[in-house]
């Protein structure tokens, strides 16, 4: 999302981060072999480092996406008031030319996971793209 927020021209006005529901991999890189799809497919470095899902990101992100229905749960049982449930999307409802409705975790099989799951992303995120222009 950060390489199509760059192309477009928006990093002063959008800001995206990554965070995970649960505390594995807490301060790591991105993933290795998801590094490596992302650099093969689409010339993309992936940068960041792994961090958790805080309360405190309800105030912080206008919008709060999740892979898929476990992580979406996860997120919104730290809303208690239940007042930040309109920011919590899915990242696949951003999506126009794949029907998955979730994104699959491809951590514990192989490289064509990897590339599934890139591209996958890569139509979540132009669509995000889209929405995002619109509502600023």
């Not at 995970?20 to 992936?46: E, N, Q, V």
Request: proline fraction near 3%; glycine fraction near 8%; charge should be negative.
């Amino acid at each position: 999302m950060n390489h199509l927020v760059e192309q477009a021209g928006l990093s002063e006005k959008i800001t995206c981060d990554s965070a995970g529901t649960s505390s594995y991999h807490i301060g790591s890189p991105p993933d290795r072999r998801m590094s490596s799809a992302a650099s093969t497919k689409l010339g993309i470095k992936l940068r960041g480092q792994a961090r958790q899902f805080q309360k405190s990101d309800f105030q912080g992100f206008d919008l709060i996406l999740a892979m898929d229905k476990d992580n979406y749960h996860d997120i919104l049982l730290l809303d208690y008031s239940r007042q930040y449930e309109q920011k919590v999307r899915l990242m696949c409802d951003f999506c126009s030319r794949h029907t998955l409705k979730e994104v699959p975790d491809p951590y514990y099989g192989g490289s064509e996971g990897f590339n599934q799951v890139i591209d996958l992303l890569v139509d979540a995120c132009e669509g995000l793209l889209e929405y995002v222009i619109t509502q600023v």
